[in-house]
Nanobody, 121 residues
């Protein structure tokens, strides 16, 4: 069973940058797509970005296009989320997950522990 351990996050002023990491401990990391989700207080969890198992295909939510960048290093079994030009509305708990597609939705099979990102002045 995969275990995903997240690092990074914290507090940053608007316009700042943060990088999140998601490290896998299992042997099948390169076999699955990975997504970053976020959940703000009082809101539903939303998929922010997904990266294919090869790393060649990425899909971003409109709200983060041009500001967030996802990448993966399968040799290190790690996925990164580089966040720039952060806005207060990006404040949320961020989760990485091994994901699979069902219809038009992406579902998480294994989840990281979550990390808080706070954007405020």
């Amino acid at each position: 069973q995969e275990q995903l351990v997240q690092s990074g996050g914290g507090w940053v002023q608007p316009g700042g940058s943060l990088r999140l990491s998601c490290a896998a401990s299992g042997r099948t990391f390169s076999d699955y797509d990975v997504g970053w989700f976020r959940q703000a207080p009082g809101k539903e969890r939303e998929l922010v970005v997904r990266i294919s198992r090869s790393g060649f295909i990425t899909n971003y939510a409109e709200s983060v296009k041009g500001r967030f960048s996802i990448s993966r290093d399968n040799a290190k079994k790690t996925v990164y989320l580089q966040m720039t030009s952060l806005k207060p509305e990006d404040t949320a708990v961020y989760y990485c997950a091994a994901v699979r597609q069902e219809g038009s939705s992406w579902l998480g099979d294994y989840w990281g522990q979550g990390t808080q990102v706070t954007v405020s002045s």
